[in-house]
Each structure stands twice: as C-alpha cells, then as structure tokens.
C-alpha cells in the first residue's frame, strides 16, 4: 500500500505557518524578481488571480487591496519541507521526498484503519509544521498519485482519499480525464485522444499494444500500475544529479563588466559548494548570459559559451573557467537581464580521472575553511573577493519574510507579560 502526502499551497501555508493572522487571507507567493503568481491559496484563488499573474498588474486592483504578497524564500521553504519530511518518518518506515511538497509514503504492514492512520498523519504534520495536507493512498504509487488529486480537488472528502478498493477506483475512472494520470503530459493527451482514449478507464482498457506504440515501455507500466500491479517500488536512494545550474534573473539590468563578473562568481561558487556537499565533480562548464527577451528594442543578445575541464569541485578553479567564458562573449553597450552557470558531466569526487590528473591541495584547503565557516554562521558570510561586496545584480524581492528557521538573526521572538 502506497500513500502520497501534498502539502497544500506549500509556499503559502509556508509563510501562514509563522504569521497566524494570515490563517484565512490571501496569500500569493511571486516568483523571482517579485514577478508573477507561482503559489495561491483557496481565498486568493476565489479573488480571480491566477498562476502566472504578473504582480505590478495587479498590486493596483482595488478588490486584492487585502492580499498579502511575498518573495519567494527558498531557504525558508527547503527547510519546512525537511521539516515535513521528518515528521513524516515518525509515522511511516520509508518516505520517497518526490518534490519539495509531495512525497511518497509507505503503508505496508500498518496496522488498523488505513483511514484512520492516515489522518492521524495529517493531524501530526499540522500540528508540529502547521503545514495542511491531503493525502490519497492506493495499491500502487500511479493510484496514490490519483487519489491524492481526488482528495486535494472535492472538499467533501476532507482532505484524505482511498482507492484501495477496485470497485471504487473505476468508478473515478469512468468520470476522470486520462489528462489527470501522473506521468500523462499536454503533449502526450492530443495522441491519446486521437486513439480514443479520453477517460483513465479508456486507458485501462486499451490494448496494450496501441499503449506501447503511443507511450513506449513507460506507458505500459502506468497502465499495469492504474490496474493494481505495482511496477515502481519506493526510492529511498536519491538518484545522482546530472548537472546543476545557478542562475538568477537582476533586479536591475546589468551594464558593467566587472558586476557581471561578480554575479558569475557569485553563482560558480555556490554551485561549487553544492557539488561538495553532495561529494559529485563536474568535467564541462557553461556561462550564459542574456538581455531582457521583452524588450528586443534595447538590443536582443544571449550567448552561451561552454568548456570541458579536468573534473574538479574546487571553486577557485571553477570560478577561473568561468570568468574566462564569460570575457569570451562580452560585450559592450548591452542591458543583461539574466546570467548563469552550469555544471554538467557529473560524476563522483576523489575518483580516478586521467593519469596526469592535477589538483591544488591549497585551494583544496581553501574551499573546505568557505564551507565550514559558511555552514557554521550562514550562506554567503565567506566569499571571493571577486564576488563583489555590494551586489548590483541580486534578485528584488521587496516583499521578502524572514528566514525563521534558518537564520539565527530572523528566528521568531515569543513574549510574554
């Protein structure tokens, strides 16, 4: 048995967790650079914004005077989904995290009411994160997947779905789009439709044959899971990445050479650091940078420019490469609106690459003392001197909460009289 828990509007109940009188307000979270609506609750929903929504079009509506608007604070929504996470392992043996808000819980040998137990669930993830949540659980992780949706979308459910039982899952089947099956994408859906196959229990049925040839192996396997007969087993492993990018829109164009360095130093560096701790190396690097795509009257420019290295984690050597890319495609008289890294060809650290592999045991040295002092008092505290000391290019974010559990100079303040 598979169970699937999703932290409604998780951004936004976020924010709500450390602010009580947000409870029953709208929230909207803007993504980078404060620009658009990337996470809504149900009253900010009923007042018409919709995902996507640029906020400097609608912070002047006179009917949203009353919503509360944040930045995005990543920090602060990584660490209440480890928060999550945790308690979660308290309830169940194994948890798949299957993104920031959604993960996949195992329900096998749990004694009792499977109803029960999974509200006693929700109750404890509310109760320690103040974080709401619905989940939905079934024989296989494509049906848990279903059923969660099933409980998130009807209100009469209260939060919590199960399609354990056959009779009733093909009862949903019958009245669900074949758009709703996990893993079914809006390119994938016109293909199905021109086969017939409109609802899940057209999928189901179909010929397993005609699923191949629209949907190869994969397709094949989302079908035996939607009829019961679990194909994809629980991860406990996390998988290794295959590359990385730091990137950042500005929030203000970028002119001068030496803020454009900065930046790039900037974001190799804390993509170094991210190498480190997840103890990978990377063989080829790619700078790219790029005017504003909307405003093609100011000059349209966005080169990428890219090298393969000796594998390496080390930032000063990183940094090197990087800053060398980005001097080959500079250019002069251009308002860039957006820069990055990123790290591809990655493989494990301290293996043997080349016969004449080389490696600075200084810098070596170097980046561990960054890291400790940087892990011990916070992001950013040790930096290149090449970074900058004032950033002209980081990200606005006016509207920016603290970070309450992850800095100690933001954490929360308790009084009492």
């Known amino acids: 048995m598979y169970g699937l828990i999703d932290c409604n509007a998780f951004y936004c109940s976020c924010q709500r967790a450390f602010e009580p009188s947000l409870k029953h307000k709208p929230v909207v979270v803007l993504s980078n650079n404060d620009g658009c609506a990337i996470a809504r609750t149900r009253e900010a929903k009923d007042l018409g914004i919709k995902m996507g929504d640029a906020w400097h079009l609608l912070k002047n509506t006179p009917k949203l005077v009353d919503v509360a608007w944040y930045s995005s604070n990543y920090a602060l929504y990584a660490d209440m989904s480890r928060r999550v996470y945790e308690v979660l392992l308290g309830h169940v043996p194994r948890v798949e995290a299957y993104s920031i808000d959604e993960m996949f819980l195992d329900l096998g040998g749990l004694h009792g009411n499977m109803e029960h137990r999974c509200e006693q669930i929700r109750a404890s993830v509310e109760q320690i994160t103040k974080i709401p949540t619905c989940v939905g659980w079934g024989p296989t992780k494509a049906i848990a997947k279903l059923a969660n949706y099933i409980a998130k979308d009807r209100p009469e459910l209260e939060g919590l779905c199960d399609l354990s039982d056959q009779a009733l899952r093909h009862r949903y089947y019958r009245n669900l789009p074949v758009s709703e099956v996990w893993g079914i994408g809006r390119r994938l859906v016109p293909r199905l439709e021109a086969a017939g196959i409109r609802t899940i229990q ?216």
């Open 202 to 417: 057209q999928f189901v049925d179909a010929d397993e044959t005609l699923v191949r040839k629209l949907m190869m192996i994969t397709g094949v396997r989302l079908q035996a899971e939607l009829r019961g007969e679990s194909c994809m087993a629980l991860s406990e492993i996390v998988e290794q990445r295959k590359g990385m990018t730091c990137s950042r829109s500005f929030g203000q164009p970028v002119t001068d050479y030496d803020d454009m360095r900065a930046a790039i130093t900037a974001f190799t560096s804390r993509a170094a650091e991210k190498l480190r701790a997840e103890k990978l190396d990377t063989a080829h690097i790619a700078v790219f940078i790029q005017t504003n795509p909307h405003k093609r009257q100011d000059g349209w420019y966005a080169p990428q420019v890219s090298i393969t290295c000796e594998p390496t984690n080390d930032t000063f050597a990183l940094v090197a490469h990087a800053t060398r890319l980005l001097k080959v495609m500079w250019k002069n008289g251009y308002r860039y609106a957006k820069a990055g890294v990123s790290f591809n060809d990655l493989a494990p650290t301290n293996r043997q690459n080349t016969l004449f592999a080389t490696g600075n045991e200084r810098t070596q040295q170097a980046t561990k003392a960054m890291d400790a002092v940087n892990q011990r008092f916070g992001k950013g505290t040790m930096s290149l001197l090449s970074a900058g000391l004032q950033n002209k290019w980081t990200p606005r974010q006016s509207m920016l909460s603290q970070r309450y559990t992850t800095n100690i100079n933001e954490i929360m303040e308790a009084r009492t009289f």
